[in-house]
């Protein structure tokens, strides 16, 4: 995919190419999984003088995992632990992040 995301300020502007993959399970008695990884590279536009003399660039690699199951009255839970790991060629942009979460919906 391709998107730009317009700013206010023309260092908050970029160019995001990306691409990812996914696929979702359902098993026997309303389990059901999830998996997804992608890769997502950034240009902005100008630099940030406050922080760096430099344009940024980023890339990103992420994964994410869910596991659930979907109860009567339209309710169902689930658990996901997802990882993201971006390196950019501006230090304060680079970071390296575990998330877990456990989600509780009701559809209605």
Do not use: P
Not at 38 to 61: C, K, M, P, Q, V
Not at 81 to 105: C, E, K, P, W
């Amino acid at each position: 995919s391709w998107r730009h995301e317009g700013a206010e300020k023309s260092y908050y502007e970029n160019q995001q190419f990306a691409a990812s993959l996914g696929h979702s399970h359902m098993f026997e008695g309303g389990f059901f999984s999830n998996v997804r990884a992608g890769l997502r590279r950034s240009f902005y536009d100008d630099a940030d003088t406050f922080i760096s003399s430099r344009t940024r660039s980023d890339f990103e690699r992420y994964g994410q995992i869910m596991v659930g199951k979907n109860f009567e009255n339209n309710i169902n839970a689930s658990l996901a632990y997802m990882y993201r790991d971006v390196d950019s060629n501006i230090q304060n942009y680079a970071y390296d992040n575990h998330r877990f979460m456990a989600t509780l919906g009701w559809r209605f």
